[in-house]
């Protein structure tokens, strides 16, 4: 049998290996928020919260760390379940260097397109006392496809919040459900 002296140390490490690694286990490996498709979607980090789009399904979803972020992050993907044609809602985030003209920060590569053009004047507007800038655009996917971006981007300290739908151009169900989900933010 083991000696008293085996017994005790294996019960003493048991207990240091539990006090090292918390209640929380030894796994240091990032966790995922869960997908959820909960009719409100709740970011208290970032401080604000918006109804998603009715009928959509979050796909994607994850937490950015604290700090700085000079490169664009994702903070949750909403994709429309129903219809014949596919339909994205995506909310990202960016602290971009002082000076930044959303315009063309917006015109670069994104979403399978080269080249976006602005479509129009960029639009002031207010959604629950917060000001923001609508801005729509226009391009190809490399099969020649159309698609149109709207994005409405609010400047909250010195990030940068995007708040993006992309759809085909006449499926205007689509833009009424996004313009719907972003008119219901509501900031800390």
């Not at 928020?33 to 409100?40: A, G, K, N």
């Not at 602005?118 to 698609?147: C, F, H, M, W």
């Amino acid at each position: 049998m083991y000696a008293p002296y085996v017994l005790t140390a294996l019960l003493r490490s048991a207990v240091l290996l539990a006090l090292f690694c918390g209640s929380a286990g030894c796994n240091t490996r990032p966790v995922a928020p869960l997908i959820s498709d909960d009719p409100v979607y709740v970011n208290d980090r970032e401080g604000f919260r918006f109804l998603m789009p009715e009928g959509w399904t979050q796909f994607s979803r994850s937490d950015v760390p604290p700090g700085k972020t000079e490169k664009e992050r994702t903070l949750v993907e909403y994709k429309r379940t129903s219809g014949q044609l596919q339909a994205l809602f995506e909310v990202s985030l960016a602290d971009l260097p002082p000076g930044t003209d959303p315009a063309t920060y917006l015109a670069q590569r994104s979403f399978g397109v080269t080249n976006w053009q602005l479509r129009g004047a960029p639009q002031k507007l207010t959604i629950n006392d917060v000001a923001g800038t609508r801005y729509i655009l226009a391009g190809k996917l490399s099969d020649q496809r159309e698609l149109q971006r709207e994005v409405v981007v609010f400047q909250r300290g010195e990030r940068t919040y995007f708040f993006t739908g992309l759809f085909p151009p006449k499926d205007t169900a689509a833009r009424d459900q996004i313009r719907t989900a972003v008119e219901s933010v509501i900031w800390k």
